[in-house]
């Protein structure tokens, strides 16, 4: 079989571009099938209108370039009333126009009380939080009947463990989410990351509509991202178990240095015909 690999748009090099025949040609460089488009990462002075993301969705589309999910990641809980509420904004305007794109997810984590530098603060991991993050989604939710929110859980936000997004899905009737194994690790428990990954399967299983391809090592008591197949993650047992579970799944490399974009496909791909 073949996995479905992508990358963030973002993360290919020279970005953020300015012009969109660039960014295809970069892209049509590495054996990728889709991608995960952060607008406003991706491109350079790009005004979002209708009839450029028109443009821009045609342009993909005729170069066989399948987008994942729109990100529009924002802080769910900002104290800053006013940029959660334009975090909020965004995100349904890219929910309203996801079709252009063939896809109908649009990305977010949840967020950190801490503001702009989504990092654990005492009170994310508060029921409080949690009711809060629930009530921006469910809003979302409700926004677009075309497009749904695809959620990613992370340990410093509010979501930060696989039950607590199992619990958020079920209680908003949401039938998609993102998987991201190394957002869910700390000093503390990277070492469960297997069965963290295996727990995300039997809670989720074909929900999982994206993956985030991450490798890390530990250094100065820290997890650092190196390039995939380069570091802890037990990719010798989480590719099976995809290619079992999760056969339709998009895997998106996510943080990958340009220096480790080709090898890191390589070594995803070199799962396929085990």
Same mark, same amino acid.
């Given at each position: 079989?073949? !996995?479905?690999?992508?990358?963030?748009?973002?993360?290919?090099?020279?970005?953020?571009?300015?012009?969109?025949?660039?960014?295809?040609?970069?892209?049509?460089? =590495?054996?990728?099938?889709?991608?995960?488009?952060?607008?406003?990462?991706?491109?350079?002075? !790009?005004?979002?209108?209708?009839?450029?993301?028109?443009?821009?969705?045609?342009?993909?589309?005729?170069?066989d370039i399948k987008v994942a999910?729109?990100?529009? =990641?924002?802080?769910?809980?900002?104290?800053?009333?006013?940029?959660?509420?334009?975090?909020?904004?965004?995100?349904?305007?890219?929910?309203?126009?996801?079709?252009? !794109?063939?896809?109908?997810?649009?990305?977010?984590?949840?967020?950190?009380?801490?503001?702009?530098?989504?990092?654990?603060?005492?009170?994310?991991?508060t029921l409080e939080s949690f009711?809060?993050?629930?009530?921006?989604?469910?809003?979302?939710?409700?926004?677009?009947?075309?497009?749904?929110?695809?959620?990613?859980?992370?340990?410093?936000?509010?979501?930060?463990?696989?039950?607590?997004? =199992?619990?958020?899905?079920?209680?908003?009737?949401?039938?998609?989410?993102?998987?991201?194994?190394?957002?869910?690790?700390?000093?503390?428990?990277?070492?469960?990351?297997?069965?963290?990954?295996?727990?995300?399967?039997?809670?989720?299983?074909?929900?999982?509509?994206v993956i985030h391809i991450k490798?890390?090592?530990?250094?100065?008591?820290?997890?650092?991202?190196?390039?995939?197949?380069?570091?802890?993650?037990?990719?010798?047992?989480?590719?099976?178990?995809?290619?079992?579970?999760?056969?339709?799944?998009?895997?998106?490399?996510?943080?990958?240095?340009?220096?480790?974009?080709?090898?890191?496909?390589?070594?995803?791909?070199?799962?396929?015909?085990?």
């Open positions: 079989m073949r !996995f479905n690999i992508g990358i963030r748009g973002h993360d290919l090099p020279n970005a953020p571009f300015l012009n969109v025949d660039d960014f295809i040609n970069t892209f049509k460089q =590495y054996d990728l099938d889709y991608l995960q488009l952060v607008i406003s990462k991706a491109f350079k002075d !790009f005004e979002f209108n209708k009839d450029n993301l028109t443009s821009l969705a045609n342009k993909l589309k005729a170069n999910m729109i990100g529009a =990641y924002f802080n769910m809980i900002h104290p800053d009333k006013v940029r959660q509420s334009k975090g909020i904004n965004y995100f349904k305007d890219c929910m309203k126009y996801a079709y252009l !794109f063939d896809t109908k997810y649009v990305g977010s984590e949840t967020g950190s009380l801490n503001g702009d530098k989504w990092i654990y603060v005492d009170g994310n991991h009711n809060t993050v629930k009530e921006v989604i469910k809003d979302l939710k409700n926004s677009e009947r075309n497009a749904s929110p695809l959620i990613e859980g992370a340990w410093n936000h509010v979501v930060y463990k696989p039950t607590l997004l =199992y619990e958020l899905l079920n209680d908003l009737n949401l039938d998609a989410c993102t998987v991201d194994l190394y957002n869910y690790l700390n000093i503390d428990n990277y070492k469960d990351h297997l069965d963290i990954f295996k727990e995300c399967i039997n809670l989720f299983g074909e929900k999982i509509k490798d890390f090592i530990v250094e100065d008591n820290k997890l650092v991202q190196v390039g995939i197949g380069k570091g802890l993650m037990n990719y010798k047992e989480i590719m099976p178990l995809i290619k079992k579970h999760l056969p339709n799944v998009i895997l998106v490399l996510e943080g990958v240095k340009e220096a480790d974009i080709v090898s890191s496909i390589k070594y995803l791909r070199s799962y396929e015909d085990e």
